[in-house]
T-cell receptor, first 114, second 111 residues
Framework: NAGVTQTPKFQVLKTGQSMTLQCAQD?????MYWYRQDPGMGLRLIYY???????DKGEVPNGYNVSRLNKREFSLRLESAAPSQTSVYFC?????????????FGQGTRLTVV | RKEVEQDPGPFNVPEGATVAFNCTYS??????FFWYRQDCRKEPKLLMS???SGNEDGRFTAQLNRASQYISLLIRDSKLSDSATYLC????????????FGKGNQVVVIP
């Protein structure tokens, strides 16, 4: 079972460049999320999509945009990368937003902005 | 006050010993609680949900104390393979039922 698949796994960008992180899940989940994880900071929610066709901001949305392309895919775009966006990015999905629903994570994208 | 607070450690535990740690949360309306495990440079994975009455899964026991707003995880008979970071996760409710993550408790089991 593939679960949640993220691409790319590693990326180095120059300041000001743009890129899109791709995420796809094959579990027919309704909800999808993008988190970033920084040393000493824990996981922080960037954006989430409760269901196909909807997206909402999380804790740290500035500098990012998202697209819920269809039920399977949820992409994260950095329009003009900054060194502060150097981080590990995780995509996750769950059957629905709400109580006692397990979130499944992709393997992460390690992004360095120089 | 942070939404979820954990003492990051590390917790150095002799193999076979018991280790326990707590996590506090700030939103008294929170309804769902979880422990996730994250291995070095890997993604988090669900270890166990935490129920009001407390629950056990093999060597792992999770408890919830709503009055004091904390959850706990106890690992008995620690194995080398238990070395990981344990993330406290709380569904903070509200309009989006967002999951808030603690920074994690790093456990190192020593032979």
């Amino acid at each position: 079972n593939a679960g949640v698949t993220q691409t790319p796994k590693f990326q180095v960008l120059k300041t000001g460049q743009s890129m899109t992180l791709q995420c796809a899940q094959d579990m027919n989940h309704n909800s999808m999320y993008w988190y970033r994880q920084d040393p000493g900071m824990g996981l922080r929610l960037i954006y989430y999509s409760a269901s196909e066709g909807t997206t909402d901001k999380g804790e740290v949305p500035n500098g990012y945009n998202v697209s819920r392309l269809n039920k399977r895919e949820f992409s994260l775009r950095l329009e003009s990368a900054a060194p502060s966006q150097t981080s590990v990015y995780f995509c996750a999905s769950s059957e629905r937003i709400g109580m006692n629903t397990e979130a499944f994570f992709g393997q992460g994208t390690r992004l360095t902005v120089v | 006050r942070k939404e979820v607070e954990q003492d990051p450690g590390p917790f150095n535990v002799p193999e076979g010993a018991t280790v326990a740690f707590n996590c506090t949360y700030s939103n008294s309306a929170s309804q769902s609680f979880f422990w996730y495990r994250q291995d070095c440079r890997k993604e988090p994975k669900l270890l166990m949900s935490v129920y009001s009455s407390g629950n056990e899964d093999g060597r792992f026991t999770a408890q919830l104390n709503r009055a004091s707003q904390y959850i706990s995880l106890l690992i008995r008979d620690s194995k080398l393979s238990d070395s990981a970071t344990y993330l406290c996760v709380v569904n903070i409710g509200g309009g989006n039922n967002r999951l808030a993550f603690g920074k994690g408790n790093q456990v190192v089991v020593i032979p």
